[in-house]
């Protein structure tokens, strides 16, 4: 069923500055169908490159007119009326507190382009999203996109609507997820098997230091131990002569035996004479510390007498010390510290295997769930199709293609953002015939209209955004021309059209008609855009119907195509030149 153009919002004027050809160029629209009209050459098509600009097609230096240095286009559209287009805008980001939308976009000979929509500056991605969102752009060789089956699955979604879209929507969060996780997964992997001799260097090397359990006290002792067994000769030889000095022999007595001679003859002197009190008692403090000194030397020359074995144990300890500090560091606190590194390592490779087993476990999950996403998808999508088609079908037959059959064909596919099915399709023009796909249809007329049929379908489905067609009507005349021209009066019943044609049928029923004319002044090839009513409008389809020369028939018969009842001409109030 169709819905209330009332409620959409629609393409409002277009203000095209330095385009192309066109040095000024200002036109309003009304809702239901506009019209283009105008000789072969005129520009018409420079229009809708112009609107393809302002919503985001790719930007040309080469479309700025000789002798400007930048061009502009300003598109303003009316969305009083369209709480979902407003919905779908602000959820872009765009704060749209008024009813009206200014989209602008600027290409200088430079090639730069900027774009502003509701004032903001946007990027080229951006100004497209929003784009999509306002117009629906079917070019000169837009049908041929109709040829991908990339394109043909995004119809019949479309034409579904809301149950496809969220399953579809879903199917791509789970994709995205799944191919960050695999993504993932890959460089976790790839680093573990980069890392995986280094981390067997690193086990062995931790292994290495902690095994030989060197402490700075223990290596501090080890050194003076050695240092002792080096020097133990001469360290025994010394120390025999300081022994041999306190200690004296037979023949001479020893200093610390001398000192206790000395501290007698000092005890016997104090009850002669007190004074001496304060000297007995320093020589009898040397006499003790020279006899403690004495013991302490004997203990440490016994001590220099080591046992070989425990010789053998101090070098081969002090080796491996040794070995440890070429190795990691110069200090115990070197080799310890290297020692957590590479246990940190390790820990660090633990946590990556992990990590690998829990990407893995997330993969295999989401892979359930693409499996799963992907098969409710597909049911919906077959149930669909069977539908899309009888509705196409509908529509075709009213574009006279009464024999032809229109099938949506279904076929599985790898998994992917958009499921596991590719679509297909097909049609058989005359009965009898076997449907083959659209790709080996010769005729650009019959895909033309088959597009135009499956957009006729999608807006009884749904409301549509504004819709440009750029000669849809090629290489079609006769009754299909009226079957067309009925079809796009019927359209524009539910969704605003702007239609370029080169035929009297569409024209007549149009509610606003505006002719191209392109003129030459000073040298300068210039097109404008004038609005056409009563006897000029005559005029126009006359030349449209017959030619140049346009004789009394052509006129006649362009009056009675302008007095049909069918026509969609309940729309007026065009404004201003262009």
């Known amino acids: ?86 919905a779908a805008l602000l959820e872009m980001g765009f704060d749209l507190d008024e009813g009206t939308l200014l989209v602008s976009r600027e290409v200088t000979t430079a090639g730069k382009s900027t774009a502003r929509i509701a004032g903001r500056p946007v990027t080229n991605a951006q100004l497209r999203e929003a784009g999509a969102v306002l117009v629906d752009l079917h070019g000169q060789h837009e049908h041929q996109s109709l040829l991908k089956t990339s394109a043909q699955l995004a119809f019949l979604d479309e034409w579904i609507g809301d149950a496809a879209q969220a399953l579809k929507s879903q199917t791509s969060a789970i994709w995205r997820e799944r191919a960050e996780a695999i993504a993932e997964l890959e460089r976790v992997a790839a680093a ?67 000192a206790a001679l000395a501290a007698q003859a000092l005890d016997a002197m104090m009850p002669l004479d007190a004074s001496v009190s304060s000297l007995t008692d320093s020589v009898r403090a040397a006499q003790i510390a020279l006899v403690e000194a004495r013991h302490e030397l004997v203990s440490y020359h016994e001590r220099l007498e080591m046992d070989p074995e425990r010789i053998a144990q101090i070098e081969a300890r002090f080796d491996q010390l040794q070995q440890l500090r070429r190795k990691y560091g110069a200090t115990v606190e070197d080799i310890l510290a290297y020692a957590e590194a590479a246990e940190a390592q390790l820990s660090g490779a633990e946590d990556q295997t992990a990590r690998m087993a829990e990407l893995e476990r997330r993969v295999e999950e989401l892979n359930a769930l693409m499996a799963e996403q992907c098969t409710h998808l597909s049911r919906v999508r077959s149930e669909g199709a069977r539908r899309f088609e009888a509705a196409v079908m509908e529509e075709l037959m009213g574009l006279s293609m009464a024999g ?85 009066s019927s359209l524009a019943e539910s969704a605003q059209i702007l239609c370029i044609t080169h035929l009297a049928q569409i024209a007549s029923r149009a509610g606003h008609h505006f002719a191209i004319v392109k003129t030459e002044s000073g040298g300068r090839i210039t097109t404008s855009l004038n609005p056409l009513d009563g006897e000029d409008r005559v005029v126009e389809i006359a030349r449209m119907i017959g030619g140049a020369e346009q004789s009394a028939a052509a006129l006649m018969h362009a009056r009675e195509m302008l007095r049909t009842p069918s026509r969609s001409d309940d729309h007026t109030g065009m404004k201003g030149p262009a």
């Open 404 to 488: 032809v059959r229109f099938q949506a064909e279904l076929h599985p596919s790898s998994p992917g953002a958009n499921g596991a099915d590719t679509v297909e399709f097909l049609i058989s023009a005359n009965p009898g015939e076997p449907a083959r796909p659209l790709v080996r249809i010769a005729s650009g007329g019959e895909i033309s209209r088959v597009m135009l049929g499956i957009k006729c379908a999608l807006a009884r489905n749904e409301p549509m955004p504004s819709m440009v067609f750029d000669e849809v009507d090629a290489g079609i005349g006769g009754q299909t021309a009226n079957a067309v021209a009925h079809r796009l």
């Open 1 to 86: 069923m169709g819905h209330d153009p009332a409620t959409d919002h629609m393409l409002a004027s277009l203000s095209i500055r330095q385009f192309a050809i066109i040095e000024r160029l200002d036109v309003e629209f009304g809702p239901g169908l506009s019209v283009l009209t105008g000789e072969t050459g005129a520009g018409k098509s420079i229009v809708i490159d112009a609107l393809g600009l302002v919503l985001g097609e790719k930007a040309d230096s080469a479309a700025v007119r000789d002798g400007a240095d930048r061009a502009t286009v300003d598109a303003v559209f009316d969305l009083s009326r369209a709480p979902a287009t407003r």
């Open 192 to 258: 573990a098997s980069a890392r995986g001799s280094n981390l067997e260097l690193a086990r062995f090397q931790a292994s290495e230091i902690r095994e030989a359990g060197f402490t700075t006290t223990e290596a501090e002792a080890l050194e003076r131990d050695r240092e002792r067994a080096v020097h133990a000769h001469r360290l025994a030889e010394l120390a025999g002569t300081a022994l041999m000095a306190l200690s004296g022999d037979e023949q001479t007595p020893g200093c610390a035996d001398t």
